[in-house]
């Protein structure tokens, strides 16, 4: 099965950037839908983007969309998020994950994800 590796988080301050990179192992990792989600201490993990398999549709959450971009490089089993005009309450650990479900749509419940990686934290100050 993929396994996943997130790295790429660390400490900006609000306005900055960051670019997430989700590494996969494994000899399927073009057959996957991928998501990332995020979770802030006491949080619920939530949906922030996701995008298909072949990388040409994507969705993201309100509080995320037209800042964040998802994009994948299925010939380096990667999977990024770029992060622009970051907030504070981006603050969170921020995990890719594979959609476990087969079908076209793009799904955004934790519930339909797996293989979640380790996560990387991001924090972003005032």
């Known amino acids: 099965q993929v396994q996943l590796v997130e790295s790429g988080g660390g400490l900006v301050q609000a306005g900055g950037s960051l670019r997430l990179s989700c590494a996969a192992s494994?000899?399927?990792?073009?057959?996957?839908?991928m998501g990332w989600f995020r979770q802030a201490p006491g949080k619920e993990r939530d949906f922030v983007a996701a995008?298909?398999?072949?990388?040409?549709?994507?969705y993201y959450s309100e509080s995320v969309k037209g800042r964040f971009t998802i994009s994948r490089d299925n010939t380096k089993n990667k999977v990024y998020l770029e992060m622009n005009s970051l907030k504070p309450e981006d603050t969170a650990v921020y995990y890719c994950?594979?959609?476990?479900?087969?079908?076209?749509?793009?799904?955004?419940?934790?519930?339909?994800?797996?293989?979640w990686g380790q996560g990387t934290q991001v924090s972003v100050s005032l």
């Open positions: 994950a594979v959609d476990l479900f087969p079908g076209d749509g793009l799904r955004i419940a934790a519930q339909s994800y797996g293989n």
């Open positions: 494994g000899r399927t990792f073009s057959s996957y839908a």
């Open positions: 995008i298909n398999w072949s990388g040409d549709s994507a």
